[in-house]
């Protein structure tokens, strides 16, 4: 295949809710939307998942438009493409930005799974029918509020709840959660709030038999996960110190954590998700997919990616209706007792709505 047109949309969609973590609080999700056209006049869709600031990683929206315009786009136009795993080869003399990368990487997937007239899913490897999907909480301004937020989704069956912890918002609040509902599946991610100096507080957390406390200490770091690692029960499941393969290949080494989340765009695409996720496998490490507040293009990405065998824990990909008024695909992503049935249909197998991706579009670029 060929790449013959790529447009780029500045996108910028409200939550239904604002959403609170660690490192500060939105409520109006900008993203990068991108589609690329074939030489058949194909669209294959990818979607950057960099926030406008850098509270996540360096990477932001801005400068994801920028490497795609600059770099990227530039790279891959006109090149001849058998598969989408040359597209890393391709980047491979660009440093990082996995996010930017990642975007361009998922359109190409996009196209040729629907060359070939096979799902998204199928073209990865992926043999399940349906996922088993969690749901993400932010922190909220009691305890009250979380446990009826946490109720209403247990109610909808959700297979298990991701309570995001700071200091001052931590083991109070973990027990209220676990008083009210004591079997259902639990997680805390810290998104890096804290450091070994409060590993007692982290200690703490094993009384209340979480899956997992997610990224608990600095996000570039492996060492200090393996010296807490030792010293609590709970699994570490790190996400932010995980860029590529080779990161989790080191922290597996090290014993750094017991679980890996995997996201397609800080690893920088599908292809380097797959190679994590053999990886993780073979060492038998369960992975999971997180979720970045991606809208339907996003969300399809990763519903394909979780068919993958290794994804034995419930991911983050919850429904459209969860965050958004109205997404921008048809039919939406849906959660039926807490699954998403996987579609069949070529490529990412929904259809990107047009009309309502125009509505939401601020900026608008073509380059051919």
């Given at each position: 295949?060929r790449?013959?047109?790529?447009?780029?949309r500045?996108?910028?969609?409200?939550?239904?809710?604002?959403?609170?973590?660690?490192?500060?609080?939105?409520?109006?999700?900008?993203?990068?939307?991108?589609?690329?056209?074939?030489?058949?006049?194909?669209?294959?869709?990818?979607?950057?998942v960099?926030?406008?600031?850098?509270?996540?990683?360096e990477?932001?929206?801005?400068?994801n438009w920028?490497?795609?315009?600059?770099?990227?786009?530039?790279?891959?136009?006109?090149?001849n493409?058998?598969?989408?795993?040359?597209?890393?080869e391709?980047?491979?003399?660009?440093?990082?930005?996995?996010?930017?990368?990642?975007?361009m990487?998922g359109?190409?997937w996009?196209l040729?799974?629907?060359?070939?007239?096979?799902?998204?899913?199928?073209?990865?490897?992926?043999?399940?029918?349906?996922?088993?999907?969690?749901?993400?909480?932010g922190?909220q301004?009691?305890?009250?509020?979380?446990?009826?937020?946490?109720?209403?989704?247990?109610?909808?069956?959700?297979k298990?709840m991701?309570?995001?912890?700071?200091p001052?918002?931590?083991v109070?609040?973990?027990?209220?959660?676990?008083?009210?509902?004591?079997?259902v599946?639990?997680?805390?991610?810290?998104?890096?709030?804290?450091?070994?100096?409060?590993i007692?507080?982290?200690?703490?957390?094993?009384?209340?038999?979480?899956?997992?406390?997610?990224?608990?200490?600095?996000?570039?770091?492996?060492?200090?996960?393996?010296?807490?690692?030792?010293?609590?029960?709970t699994?570490?499941?790190?996400?932010?110190?995980?860029?590529?393969?080779?990161?989790?290949?080191k922290?597996?080494e090290?014993?750094?954590?017991?679980?890996?989340?995997?996201?397609?765009g800080r690893v920088?695409?599908l292809?380097?998700s797959k190679?994590?996720?053999?990886?993780?496998?073979?060492?038998?490490?369960p992975?999971?997919?997180?979720?970045?507040?991606?809208?339907?293009?996003?969300?399809?990405?990763?519903?394909?990616?979780?068919?993958?065998?290794?994804?034995?824990?419930?991911g983050?990909?919850a429904?459209?209706?969860?965050?958004?008024?109205k997404?921008?695909?048809t039919?939406?992503?849906t959660?039926?007792?807490g699954?998403?049935?996987v579609?069949?249909?070529?490529?990412?197998?929904?259809?990107?709505d047009?009309?309502t991706?125009?509505?939401?579009?601020?900026?608008?670029?073509?380059?051919?």
């Amino acid at each position: 295949m060929r790449i013959k047109e790529v447009t780029l949309r500045h996108l910028q969609m409200k939550l239904k809710f604002p959403f609170t973590t660690s490192f500060g609080t939105f409520q109006d999700r900008d993203f990068i939307l991108l589609e690329a056209k074939d030489e058949n006049g194909q669209s294959g869709w990818g979607e950057s998942v960099a926030f406008h600031s850098p509270w996540y990683s360096e990477e932001t929206m801005k400068t994801n438009w920028h490497m795609l315009e600059d770099y990227l786009i530039p790279a891959l136009l006109n090149q001849n493409i058998t598969h989408p795993d040359e597209v890393s080869e391709v980047f491979s003399n660009i440093r990082k930005n996995n996010m930017a990368k990642s975007t361009m990487e998922g359109a190409v997937w996009d196209l040729y799974s629907q060359d070939k007239g096979i799902s998204l899913a199928s073209a990865l490897g992926g043999k399940k029918t349906k996922i088993e999907v969690g749901i993400s909480i932010g922190i909220q301004d009691t305890a009250t509020d979380l446990l009826r937020i946490i109720e209403k989704h247990v109610e909808e069956g959700y297979k298990r709840m991701k309570v995001k912890i700071k200091p001052g918002w931590d083991v109070d609040v973990m027990r209220e959660v676990r008083k009210e509902f004591p079997d259902v599946p639990l997680m805390a991610d810290a998104n890096s709030a804290y450091t070994l100096k409060d590993i007692d507080t982290l200690k703490a957390l094993d009384e209340f038999d979480l899956m997992m406390i997610e990224q608990p200490l600095a996000s570039d770091d492996i060492i200090d996960h393996a010296k807490l690692q030792q010293a609590i029960s709970t699994p570490v499941c790190l996400d932010e110190s995980i860029h590529s393969y080779e990161d989790a290949r080191k922290a597996i080494e090290l014993g750094s954590c017991g679980i890996i989340n995997i996201k397609i765009g800080r690893v920088g695409g599908l292809s380097e998700s797959k190679r994590i996720h053999d990886l993780c496998e073979s060492h038998h490490i369960p992975v999971w997919c997180g979720g970045m507040l991606e809208s339907g293009i996003g969300r399809a990405h990763n519903v394909a990616l979780t068919t993958l065998s290794n994804f034995i824990l419930p991911g983050d990909t919850a429904a459209s209706s969860r965050y958004w008024e109205k997404d921008i695909i048809t039919p939406e992503v849906t959660v039926e007792d807490g699954y998403i049935t996987v579609s069949n249909k070529p490529g990412i197998g929904y259809e990107p709505d047009l009309e309502t991706i125009e509505s939401f579009t601020i900026e608008k670029k073509t380059y051919k």
